[in-house]
């Protein structure tokens, strides 16, 4: 049974990112938009592979980002130089990771002007609209706000 609980607990931690993380919703809702898209255009079996790789690197950066920054405000709730290189180094990573799979996708979906026609396509789409503002409502994390407890007892 720790087996599965592990599992759980996992789960869990990505539940955590998706719930109050707003770059990580962000990064999810690109992650499976350039996934739609791959195999919309019929992108190659190692070229969806690549992107894979690439969306599956910046989402780890982006909970090793999450997890230093709870262990920085778990030990310490001053300033602390050594907290805030942990905190932006943490960030950095996920910068560069970011702009890896921003360059592995214009490099995927640029060749002969395919990106272009993705653009053209999809703006003239009703769906497409409908598809941005539920991804909007998503990275916003309205539906992942929990009530506020009252904690002064009224």
């Not at 087996?3 to 539940?15: N, P």
Request: charged content about 15%; glycine content about 4%.
């Amino acid at each position: 049974m720790a087996f599965f609980r592990s599992f759980k607990y996992a789960f869990f931690g990505v539940m955590h990112c998706i719930k109050t993380q707003r770059n990580f919703r962000f990064h999810t809702f690109a992650a499976l938009s350039a996934m739609i898209l791959a195999y919309e255009y019929n992108l190659s079996q190692t070229e969806k592979l690549v992107l894979m790789f690439t969306i599956v690197f910046v989402l780890i950066s982006e909970m090793f980002n999450t997890a230093i920054e709870s262990v920085v405000d778990m030990k310490t709730q001053d300033y602390n130089p050594l907290a805030k290189i942990a905190k932006d180094v943490a960030a950095g990573s996920v910068l560069v990771s970011a702009f890896a799979a921003a360059t592995t996708g214009l490099v995927l979906f640029y060749n002969d002007g395919v990106i272009w026609q993705i653009v053209f396509d999809y703006i003239k789409n009703p769906l497409f609209w409908l598809y941005a503002a539920a991804g909007l409502v998503y990275i916003s994390g309205i539906l992942f706000r929990e009530k506020e407890v009252n904690t002064n007892g009224k």
